[in-house]
Each structure stands twice: as structure tokens, then as C-alpha cells.
């Protein structure tokens, strides 16, 4: 159980598109999901909190314009990077609290390369 | 705020060998304590974790920690590593079920 799906897995861009990331909770509700990005060798940076039927809380830093979160239902939550640039190019990364088990179940990531 | 150190970037080890991946964290509230592995390209998948009670956690692939309140630790030991165990290890901190703060990671290479 507590399996979480990103799609796609892998996607390349031109400059200048925007990118929809899916973030999928396959057996549980997710009220609350997370959007990581981490880029070589280094630690996951939290991006955003995405709560479902409100608005994301966005870490300091995070331009909310440019990666656009959409919690519209308890199993899924997207991320759109809009006009996209060669520095977003980096690992992005989901996860979903579990309720009762603080913690956090993680997607299996999406490489985005904006050429 | 809370923090997480991870004081070794790199754990070269033999296989069969121990291994014990340090963390060290700051936190002026109680948090709970998650052990995290990534493989080269994929998620993070849970070891461990600490909310509450015994402070000795085993968690999956023989690996387990021991809270040290005093210490302010939660130090990842396994007692035989395998080739399968090379990857990055993640220690993190989370307060209820807040977002988690991630140390830098360490890069466990196990040798034959």
C-alpha cells in the first residue's frame, strides 16, 4: 500500500513551454502532498505544500507564477512549470502524507530537461 | 526552526563490513525522525522512523537507528552491508506532520 505515481517520468523541453508534472496517491487520500526538487548530488529542496481545495504554501524562493500547483482532488496534485528555462532543469519530486502515520510516501520522481 | 546534519558527504565501505551513517539535528520542539534511501534516478523510499516510545528503530534491509535526545542524534547503522546498499542516504526531521527538513545526504559506496 501507500504508493504514489509521477508522470511522466522523464520529459524534455524547448525554452520557452510550459511542463504539467502528475502526482498520483494510487491507494490512499492525500489531503496534503509536497513538491520537492532536487538537482545533482544534493539534498531535496522543498518547493511548495499543496493542500487539497486550497491554495499551495510556497517556500521562500519559489516563484509561485512560474511552478503553478493544482490540488484538485484527494489523489492528485500537478505542478506546471510555465515558460519554462534550462536552470529549471532539475529532479522533481512528489510525496503525499499518509494520515495517522506522519509520514511521507514519495513518487519515484520526473527528470526534466528544458533545452 | 529545525536542521539536519549530515556530517559525512561520502562512507566508502567493504561489503560485510559495518556501517553507520551519522545524523545530527537542532530543533528547540520535539520532531519525529525519518531515515530516507534514494537509488540513482528514482524516489526516496523509508528505512526508518522515530515518532515516539523505544528509542532503538529497526527498520527495512536490516538497517536501524537509536534516538539520542541528549546527543540530539539519530545515527543509521547496519551491522553487514551488501553491494545493494550503495546509495544516498537522507536523515530527516518533521514536526508532526509538517514538512520534512533533509540533511545533504550521504553517498554510501560499497565495495567488494
Known amino acids: 500500500g501507500a504508493v504514489v505515481s509521477q508522470h511522466p517520468s522523464r520529459v524534455i523541453c524547448k525554452s520557452g513551454t510550459s511542463v504539467k508534472i502528475e502526482c498520483r496517491s494510487l491507494?490512499?487520500?492525500?489531503?496534503?502532498m509536497f513538491w520537492y526538487r532536487q538537482f545533482p548530488k544534493q539534498s531535496l529542496m522543498l518547493m511548495a505544500t499543496?493542500?487539497?481545495?486550497?491554495?499551495?504554501?510556497?517556500e521562500q524562493g519559489v516563484e509561485k507564477d512560474k511552478f503553478l500547483i493544482n490540488h484538485a482532488s484527494l489523489t492528485l496534485s500537478t505542478l506546471t512549470v510555465t515558460s519554462a528555462h534550462p536552470e529549471d532543469s532539475s529532479f522533481y519530486i512528489c510525496?503525499?502524507?499518509?494520515?495517522?502515520?506522519?509520514?511521507?510516501?514519495f513518487g519515484p520522481g520526473t527528470r526534466l530537461t528544458v533545452t | 526552526a529545525q536542521s539536519v546534519t549530515q556530517l559525512d558527504s561520502q562512507v566508502p565501505v567493504f561489503e560485510e563490513a559495518p556501517v553507520e551513517l551519522r545524523c545530527n539535528y537542532s530543533?528547540?520542539?520535539?520532531?519525529?525522525l525519518f531515515w530516507y534511501v534514494q537509488y540513482p534516478n528514482q524516489g526516496l523510499q523509508l528505512l526508518l522512523k522515530?515518532?515516539?516510545?523505544?528509542?532503538l528503530v529497526k527498520g527495512i534491509n536490516g538497517f536501524e537507528a537509536e534516538f539520542n535526545k541528549s546527543q540530539t542524534s539519530f545515527h543509521l547503522r547496519k551491522p553487514s552491508v551488501h553491494i545493494s546498499d550503495t546509495a544516498e542516504y537522507f536523515c530527516?526531521?518533521?514536526?508532526?506532520?509538517?514538512?520534512?527538513?533533509f540533511g545533504t545526504g550521504t553517498r554510501l559506496q560499497v565495495f567488494p
Open positions: 510525496s503525499a502524507l499518509g494520515h495517522a502515520t506522519y509520514e511521507q510516501y
Open positions: 530527516a526531521v518533521s514536526v508532526g506532520t509538517d514538512k520534512l527538513i
Open positions: 530543533s528547540s520542539v520535539s520532531v519525529y
Open positions: 491507494d490512499f487520500q492525500a489531503t496534503t
Open positions: 499543496s493542500n487539497e481545495g486550497s491554495k499551495a504554501t510556497y
Open positions: 522515530y515518532l515516539s516510545g523505544s528509542t
